[in-house]
Each structure stands twice: as structure tokens, then as C-alpha cells.
């Protein structure tokens, strides 16, 4: 092996992986989530990522709030690290046409169109770019052709991942299951499907932004379809039904997944879109039921 890229299962102060000797650490984002172990504010939070920065190795920051920007920059100069961003000017990114431009020293791309769908995504190609851009500089080699076949050919399941049968309505899935994470995928299905509504089935673990996860798909949504995760960490339909304020869209809980599913796609025509989205748990059932395509 020449290089691994190993992500931090939770946090980055207390992780496992913390035992590594990294060339290279990368923040990419900071977002609320995990409050309960990570803490309540996004300084907290930032704290504990920053748990990853080591003495004397380069750390790479994305598009990070003000607040947690300062936590990083902070951890750096205490340990010595130097602090790389990304710079707009080697990274353009065009979300209009889903392109970027990428000009550094060392690697030049144009018109570079990610496999992945969506604005984050180009914000993370910039992202992927400039840590390329810091390990060949520190001597490890890289191809340009490597890197565009790389972004240009990746394939994540479930991240809007899109199903499309003879016959059938169109299926979206996405883990997103935190409130950024659904802004993002929200945000990416305005653009994909503009002027749609959709049904969405969802299902939920504790301790998470359960409101603000709804309130942004209530843009997308003609209807909720509520059922239960294969998981301990369930959120019973029962129980969002009496919690969440649904801001007038219709509701209905199911008992199953594969329940849900079924229900609304026998009663879809060919152009409706579904959407399957709030969990990994949720969507690895999904795909373990119905396959990957």
C-alpha cells in the first residue's frame, strides 16, 4: 500500500485513529451533529476534531464556519502545524454548469466534473484537490491522469444515488441524516428535479436534528412516509407523528420499509420521484431489499 486515506469514525480527540503518524490531516467539514458526545456548540465540536492535528504536519481545513475556522487555526499554531485552505483562486468552482477549475504549481485541471452530484460536491473536489496538490509536494506521486479518473468516475451508493426502472418512478437515495447534510441534499434536488415535489420516505435515529431536518425537506415534500429503522436507535413513527410539527404537509407512518415502499410506488406513475432518505441504516435496507440499481 502507498497511501491510505483513513477517516476518523467519530470526533478526532478520542478517536482510534488518532494513533496514526499522518503526512497529512484534513478537516473537511463542521457541522452539528453528534451533540451529545462532541458537544453542544460548533467551537466544542471543532475542539475535538482538531484532536487530529499533529505537531509539525500539514493540516488542510474546507469550507468551515468563522467559529471553528478560529479553533483550527488556533491548534495549529499551537503545535507547530502549517495551516493550508482552500484558495478560490487555484479552486473555481461553477456550480452552474457543475465544473471546476483547479490551478496549482503542481496540478492543473479544467473543466473537471465530479462523478458526484451536487454543490458540496464540488466544494469537496476543491477540497480533495488541494490535499493532491500538498502530497506531491511533500514527494508522493500522483498522476493528473489518476486524479480526473478518480473524480470523474466515483461511485458512492447512497449518496444521491438515483434508481430508474422501465415502468417504475425515479429513485433517490441519500444517508443524509443530520440538518446540514439534508440542506446539501435538499439543495441538490432543486437543482436535479427543479419545481418537483416528491414523496419521501424517511426514517430516523435518536439524537438528532429531527425539526430541522424536516423543515428543509418540506420544501421537496408532497408527502412523508414515516417507518421504522432495523436499529435500536429507531425513532418510532408513532413518536415523530406526535412530535414534529410537519408544517402542513401530508403524513403516514408505515411498518416497515418495504411496506412504505411498496405502497407508494404501486400508486406512482412513471414521472413521480421518491425519495428514500435519513439514515444509513435506512438506505442500506433499502438496497440490501431491492439491489443496487
Not at 85 to 102: G, L
Not at 135 to 150: H, P
Not at 262 to 277: F, G
Request: net charge positive.
Amino acid at each position: 500500500m502507498e497511501i491510505a486515506v483513513i477517516e476518523t469514525g467519530l470526533g478526532g480527540r478520542l478517536d482510534a485513529t488518532n494513533v496514526l503518524k499522518p503526512v497529512l490531516t484534513i478537516v473537511t467539514d463542521i457541522s452539528f451533529d453528534h451533540m451529545e458526545i462532541l458537544g453542544k456548540t460548533l467551537t466544542r465540536i471543532a475542539r475535538e476534531k482538531a484532536g487530529i492535528i499533529k505537531p509539525g504536519v500539514p493540516h488542510l481545513i474546507g469550507y468551515l464556519p468563522p467559529v471553528a475556522e478560529k479553533v483550527m487555526r488556533s491548534f495549529c499554531t499551537k503545535r507547530h502545524a502549517p495551516l493550508h485552505t482552500v484558495h478560490e483562486r487555484r479552486a473555481r468552482v461553477n456550480p452552474k454548469n457543475f465544473q471546476i477549475d483547479f490551478t496549482a504549481d503542481n496540478l492543473k485541471l479544467c473543466a473537471l466534473r465530479p462523478a458526484l452530484v451536487g454543490e458540496h460536491q464540488l466544494k469537496n473536489t476543491a477540497l480533495a484537490l488541494e490535499s493532491i496538490s500538498l502530497l506531491k509536494k511533500i514527494g508522493i506521486r500522483i498522476s493528473q491522469r489518476a486524479v480526473r479518473e478518480g473524480i470523474t468516475t466515483t461511485y458512492w451508493p447512497g449518496r444521491f444515488q438515483i434508481i430508474k426502472k422501465p415502468g417504475k418512478p425515479t429513485i433517490v437515495l441519500d444517508v443524509c441524516h443530520n440538518a446540514a447534510g439534508v440542506a446539501a441534499f435538499v439543495k441538490t434536488c432543486q437543482m436535479k428535479f427543479p419545481g418537483r415535489k416528491m414523496q419521501i420516505v424517511i426514517g430516523v435515529v435518536r439524537k438528532k436534528e429531527h425539526q430541522e431536518m424536516i423543515d428543509a425537506l418540506t420544501e421537496l415534500a408532497s408527502e412523508f412516509c414515516l417507518t421504522p429503522l432495523k436499529t435500536h436507535r429507531s425513532v418510532s413513527p408513532r413518536e415523530l407523528m406526535q412530535t414534529i410539527d410537519w408544517r402542513g404537509v401530508p403524513v403516514r407512518r408505515f411498518g416497515s420499509l418495504r411496506s412504505a415502499c411498496e405502497t407508494v410506488v404501486k400508486n406512482a406513475s412513471t414521472d413521480d420521484i421518491i425519495l428514500v432518505v435519513g439514515s444509513h441504516y435506512l438506505v442500506g435496507e433499502y438496497l440490501q431489499s431491492y439491489g443496487w440499481s
